[in-house]
């Protein structure tokens, strides 16, 4: 963990390395951020580095596009030398009022005036954290959930002006800033993760249900339809064409019946914590914690890449990152075009443990559209009409590549006379070796006849163009 802040990039402090601080630590680095960290656990250097393992091998997996190089970490032997010239601030303290607001004091004592001082708090309002601050519009709510490197929902609580600027902050990171307009006691969702964890602990206080037969149900049931469209518009399709009104005409009685227990709690009795402890022990004991975080992790990724495809929930904010990445694309058309620079995901890889033969196909692929891009065949030329089509790939598979290999496509266009298109590819891995090389053949084609075409004359411009530079390679 390097001492020296990388000159240009933003810093953050993160107060507290423990699973939250260390998922906010491994965000802001992997988007460009340097971190300074502060706590004085002997062992969170060791917890920070393990979390950030996880993330460098699933966030980049998220999108299309490399993410910007990551930022400097730097471990502070003071809270004072972690938060001085940071623009933000995450406080992961425990979850003890009296312990926070000390910790602002020293924090306001140190700090910019103008840093966002950001606790990560679950239950706590700003009203009471912001109690005997010197600057209490400096201090607002922003709760993350865990991981804090891949579940993008942030619930922010504070001043609106500062708010607004902890949104643009968020939304730089592909982060999903929820603005709670009213403080109220653990915020939004986390009521609703209570309501159901109390229920929860009836169901197994009363012998009804284990563990593993609660968690079931919301895997193989529910969950599935909260992850995309949350709770009211999944009940507004329940209602059928009648919609919401004729939902809530058909269910609304039943909220009269005695079914929750929602504003009771169980006594948590040793006998009821042993129960659970050895229902779960049964239930998932068999794999270490990190593995369980790593499952969860791929399929948090896969999960969300397949929303991608949709573009829905949370699949539409990754591909607003992914377009702000694709800009941050630095494509020199003198020489060869890198057309892609990406990280390989985990539903990317096969039973032999590594990229598909198909998704080589699809990075060339990718690489062509990039290319398209280039010359003016863009989405707003194939909305007027006009675009091309691939006719011809041939792939050559010459190494192996792997879930979290970072790999570099540059593109060479080789004919773009007419209504031809040939390209070559070659895949690199980071560390250079080649890894593939494909020839394409596209044509143009009008989208209202589907036949051959001649391009316009600013596409056929722009193509000729490069490739008479590439002639010169």
Not at 56 to 73: A, F, I, N, V, W
Not at 185 to 200: M, N, S
Not at 375 to 385: K, L, P
Request: hydrophobic letters at 40%; one cysteine or more.
């Amino acid at each position: 963990m390097a001492a020296a802040t990388v000159a240009g990039n933003r810093k953050a402090a993160v107060l507290g390395g423990g699973v939250i601080g260390g998922g906010w630590v491994a965000r802001f680095l992997l988007m460009g951020w340097d971190v300074s960290v502060f706590d004085p656990d002997p062992e969170a250097p060791r917890k920070i580095a393990a979390v950030l393992d996880n993330a460098k091998r699933s966030l980049p997996g998220l999108y299309e596009h490399r993410l910007p190089d990551q930022g400097t970490l730097s471990i502070a032997a003071t809270l004072e030398e972690a938060v001085r010239e940071a623009e933000w601030i995450a406080e992961c303290v425990p979850e003890r009022l009296d312990i926070k607001q000390k910790v602002y004091a020293q924090i306001q004592g140190a700090c910019d005036t103008k840093a966002i001082i950001a606790s990560s708090t679950s239950g706590f309002k700003p009203s009471e954290l912001q109690a005997g601050a010197s600057r209490p519009e400096q201090i607002l709510v922003a709760h993350p959930f865990n991981p804090v490197y891949l579940i993008p929902l942030v619930e922010l609580v504070g001043v609106e002006q500062t708010v607004l600027r902890a949104r643009e902050v968020l939304e730089g990171l592909g982060m999903f800033p929820l603005h709670v307009r009213k403080e109220i006691d653990a915020h939004i969702a986390d009521r609703f993760l209570e309501a159901v964890w109390r229920e929860g602990l009836w169901l197994i206080k009363d012998g009804i249900a284990t563990t593993q037969e609660i968690d079931d149900a919301i895997r193989y049931g529910f969950g599935l339809r909260w992850a995309q469209m949350g709770l009211f518009e999944t009940y507004r399709v329940a209602g059928g064409e009648a919609g919401m009104a004729h939902f809530m005409a058909q269910f609304g009685p039943a909220l009269k019946w005695p079914w929750t227990k929602l504003m009771d709690v169980p006594d948590l009795t040793d006998e009821l914590v042993d129960t659970i402890a050895s229902q779960s022990d049964a239930q998932s004991g068999h794999h270490s914690i990190r593995e369980l975080e790593r499952i969860r992790d791929d399929n948090l990724v896969s999960m969300m890449r397949g929303l991608k495809i949709q573009n829905w929930g949370a699949g539409e904010l990754l591909n607003n990152v992914d377009k702000t990445l694709s800009k941050l694309s630095r494509r020199d058309t003198a020489g060869l075009i890198k057309t892609i620079e990406r990280v390989i995901p985990i539903d990317w890889t096969d039973y032999n443990g590594h990229m598909n033969d198909s998704r080589y196909a699809q990075v060339f692929s990718d690489a062509a559209d990039a290319v398209m891009q280039i010359i003016g065949a863009d989405a707003a030329y194939i909305d007027a009409g006009q675009s091309y089509f691939t006719v011809d790939t041939r792939v050559q598979y010459l190494d192996e590549c792997h879930a979290g290999d970072e790999i570099i496509v540059s593109s060479k266009v080789v004919n773009g006379e007419g209504k031809k298109l040939e390209l070559t590819h070659q895949m690199h891995h980071l560390d250079g070796r080649l890894l593939s090389t494909a020839e394409q053949l596209l044509i143009h084609v009008d989208l209202t006849t589907r036949k051959s075409s001649l391009p316009s004359e600013v596409v056929a411009s722009k193509l000729a163009a490069i490739a008479n530079s590439h002639q010169q390679l």
